[in-house]
């Protein structure tokens, strides 16, 4: 039987432990036009400050600690006096609003398919960008040891019950294989599709090539079609150019990394190549100085290109949740330099077809002295983990979540997906 491994890297493309045999083809070619459910997980790098962007108005105390950076509550006019530069929240529910620059994202909302989780995040006391980011894509808050990622192990733990399991089950829009899907189980790191496979070289076509003619030559009329019908699933994603893609329902993408990134996630789901976990990532949150200057514009970026993401696969929505996640928040009073130190509990977006929108889920602690984690942070009243769990039971039907958060106690869902 023939047995081919292959670890390819060209630029940005990097194929990570894809076993070519016949029984993987039979299995790409089945999982190729197939209907999954899909979770589109993406990563706001240098903590976003959750404050500002769900805002809550509600609170007297988040105006005491910034008086500066505070925005606005809805109705009031921007404070230009006292430095303010953002216009005041969008109004979701007579507490909480979103900062003007997520405005794309308002219509969602309200439409009940966007819902938020806030006071959200990792127990784990760490103020390290670097752990704090391990601790979240891992899984495992505390516990540096842990050597693969949570979504890899919702991956291993049901590819014994995806017999057509696809060779793009698993991709991240990135450089490197986020910590998070990196484990036992295949994934693949492409930067631009563009730069898959066509223009990988005549190494790679000649090697496909190779391939492809040994099957055709298989004695077994049933592997004979298989193997073609796989290798036409990867010409699929070869001859994918997005210079010439058009988003469907006049969707525009912001022209930035992310935005980019949050375009070939849609062209991934449109190519039916059985496509279940998507990654996406956008850095720079970390705004210690000067933040009026910086955040708004992330934000701009980040609350376009999803509202783009789903408009642009319209009823493709149906089978889709997207969560966002940071490493951890900002802290609750605003410092010296029009910024905001590293902080606790965050935000947490959940957009998609079975979400249960225009709520804002968990427990609000308060934002007084006294409420406040170390006397300084946003408290955590939800669990990271308790998002990512009913994501992946929820709508990805995973089973035995001990494989997935080994030593967490998963209590009871948030409630923001319909069974």
């Given at each position: 039987?023939?047995?081919?491994?292959?670890?390819?890297?060209?630029?940005?493309?990097?194929?990570?432990?894809?076993?070519?045999?016949?029984?993987?083809?039979?299995?790409?070619?089945?999982?190729?036009?197939?209907?999954?459910?899909?979770?589109?997980?993406?990563?706001?790098?240098?903590?976003?400050?959750?404050?500002n962007m769900v805002v809550p108005f509600g609170d007297p105390d988040y105006y005491r600690a910034r008086p500066?950076?505070?925005?606005?509550?809805?109705?009031?006019?921007?404070?230009?006096?006292?430095?303010?530069?953002?216009?005041?929240?969008?109004?979701?529910?007579?507490?909480?609003?979103?900062?003007?620059?997520?405005?794309?994202?308002?219509?969602?909302?309200?439409?009940?398919?966007?819902?938020?989780?806030?006071?959200?995040?990792?127990?784990?006391?760490?103020?390290?960008?670097?752990?704090?980011?391990?601790?979240?894509?891992?899984?495992?808050?505390?516990?540096?040891?842990?050597?693969?990622?949570?979504?890899?192990?919702?991956?291993?733990?049901?590819?014994?019950?995806?017999?057509?399991?696809?060779?793009?089950?698993?991709?991240?829009?990135?450089?490197?294989?986020?910590?998070?899907?990196?484990?036992?189980?295949?994934?693949?790191?492409?930067?631009?599709?563009?730069?898959?496979?066509?223009?990988?070289?005549?190494?790679?076509?000649?090697?496909?090539?190779?391939?492809?003619?040994?099957?055709?030559?298989?004695?077994?009329?049933?592997?004979?079609?298989?193997?073609?019908?796989?290798?036409?699933?990867?010409?699929?994603?070869?001859?994918?150019?997005?210079?010439?893609?058009?988003?469907?329902?006049?969707?525009?993408?912001?022209?930035?990394?992310?935005?980019?990134?949050?375009?070939?996630?849609?062209?991934?789901?449109?190519?039916?190549?059985?496509?279940?976990?998507?990654?996406?990532?956008?850095?720079?949150?970390?705004?210690?100085?000067?933040?009026?200057?910086?955040?708004?514009?992330?934000?701009?970026?980040?609350?376009?290109?999803?509202?783009?993401?789903?408009?642009?696969?319209?009823?493709?929505?149906?089978?889709?949740?997207?969560?966002?996640?940071?490493?951890?928040?900002?802290?609750?009073?605003?410092?010296?330099?029009?910024?905001?130190?590293?902080?606790?509990?965050?935000?947490?977006?959940?957009?998609?077809?079975?979400?249960?929108?225009?709520?804002?889920?968990?427990?609000?602690?308060?934002?007084?002295?006294?409420?406040?984690?170390?006397?300084?942070?946003?408290?955590?009243?939800?669990?990271?983990?308790?998002?990512?769990?009913?994501?992946?039971?929820?709508?990805?039907?995973?089973?035995?979540?001990?494989?997935?958060?080994?030593?967490?106690?998963?209590?009871?869902?948030?409630?923001?997906?319909?069974?």
């Amino acid at each position: 039987m023939l047995t081919r491994r292959v670890f390819l890297k060209n630029g940005s493309l990097a194929l990570v432990s894809l076993g070519f045999t016949p029984a993987f083809i039979a299995r790409a070619a089945q999982a190729a036009g197939a209907k999954h459910k899909i979770l589109v997980a993406i990563f706001q790098r240098g903590a976003v400050d959750g404050l500002n962007m769900v805002v809550p108005f509600g609170d007297p105390d988040y105006y005491r600690a910034r008086p500066s950076l505070a925005i606005p509550k809805p109705g009031e006019r921007p404070r230009q006096g006292q430095g303010q530069a953002e216009e005041p929240a969008i109004d979701l529910d007579g507490f909480f609003g979103l900062s003007a620059r997520m405005a794309p994202l308002a219509p969602l909302f309200q439409a009940g398919e966007l819902a938020i989780v806030h006071a959200c995040g990792s127990h784990d006391p760490s103020r390290s960008h670097f752990d704090a980011q391990d601790f979240m894509e891992s899984g495992t808050p505390g516990v540096k040891s842990t050597r693969d990622g949570w979504l890899n192990r919702y991956l291993h733990a049901r590819q014994h019950e995806k017999e057509s399991a696809s060779p793009f089950r698993a991709v991240a829009l990135a450089q490197q294989l986020p910590r998070t899907l990196q484990g036992t189980a295949p994934a693949l790191a492409i930067g631009q599709l563009s730069q898959f496979g066509v223009r990988a070289g005549r190494a790679t076509d000649m090697m496909a090539s190779g391939f492809e003619a040994q099957y055709a030559q298989a004695a077994d009329a049933l592997l004979r079609p298989t193997g073609k019908e796989a290798f036409d699933a990867v010409r699929m994603l070869k001859d994918t150019d997005p210079a010439t893609y058009v988003p469907a329902n006049s969707a525009e993408y912001p022209r930035s990394g992310f935005g980019e990134a949050m375009k070939q996630i849609a062209m991934l789901i449109k190519q039916d190549l059985g496509l279940e976990v998507a990654f996406a990532e956008l850095g720079g949150w970390d705004t210690h100085v000067q933040q009026p200057g910086r955040l708004p514009n992330l934000l701009d970026d980040f609350a376009r290109a999803i509202a783009a993401f789903r408009r642009d696969l319209g009823d493709g929505m149906a089978d889709v949740v997207l969560v966002t996640m940071s490493e951890f928040g900002r802290a609750v009073q605003e410092n010296g330099n029009r910024g905001t130190d590293h902080g606790h509990g965050n935000a947490m977006l959940i957009l998609g077809g079975p979400v249960k929108g225009g709520k804002v889920y968990g427990t609000w602690p308060g934002l007084a002295r006294d409420k406040r984690w170390e006397g300084r942070d946003l408290a955590i009243t939800t669990d990271f983990r308790d998002v990512f769990a009913e994501a992946v039971t929820k709508h990805l039907g995973a089973r035995d979540l001990s494989k997935i958060f080994p030593g967490y106690a998963y209590k009871a869902p948030v409630g923001f997906l319909r069974a």
